[in-house]
């Protein structure tokens, strides 16, 4: 297994930036991508909260094992958003900077993309959470 240099680090994030930036032209894909990214984190955070707070007959003798039942489930959002290629906000900003310090975007550029980004997760997500905490999928 080979490990990459930090310039190669650097390279690889830009080409990453670039692809992402490529997204923007098809802006139906980009949104469904990051609706999908704040349903799949708020399916990570109910998911922590029923099984964390689901046994408290487990869980009374044992607090500790709350947490960790609790911890244990929630990156399983992050695991989706990053299986599923969908777009999350802090994901964007971390592969983009590299490309516009390249000269790849402007700043403008990438400052639009994560606003409109955050702003989709934030709405996404509360749709999301209110879907599933309100039962209207069976939950």
């Known amino acids: 297994m080979s490990t990459f240099t930090p310039a190669e680090v650097v390279e690889a994030a830009r080409k990453t930036g ?3 930036l490529m997204l923007h032209s098809q802006p139906l894909r980009f949104m469904l991508l990051t609706v999908l990214a704040g349903a799949y984190i708020a399916f990570g955070g109910t998911l922590s909260v029923i099984l964390g707070y689901g046994f408290p007959e487990i869980t009374a003798s044992n607090p500790g094992m709350q947490k960790l039942i609790s911890g244990a489930a929630f990156p399983v959002g992050l695991i989706l958003v990053v299986v599923l290629g969908a777009e999350l906000f802090t994901g964007n ?3 983009l900077v590299p490309h516009w310090m390249r000269g790849g975007c402007s700043w403008r550029c990438c400052k ?3 606003c409109m980004d955050r702003q989709l997760c934030r709405c996404s997500g509360i749709c999301s959470a209110f879907c599933v905490g309100s039962g209207a999928y069976g939950f």
Do not use: F, M, Q, T
Request: proline share 0%; charged share 45%; hydrophobic share 35%.
């Open 93 to 95: 900003n971390a592969l």
């Open 112 to 114: 639009l993309d994560s």
């Open 18 to 20: 670039e692809r992402k």
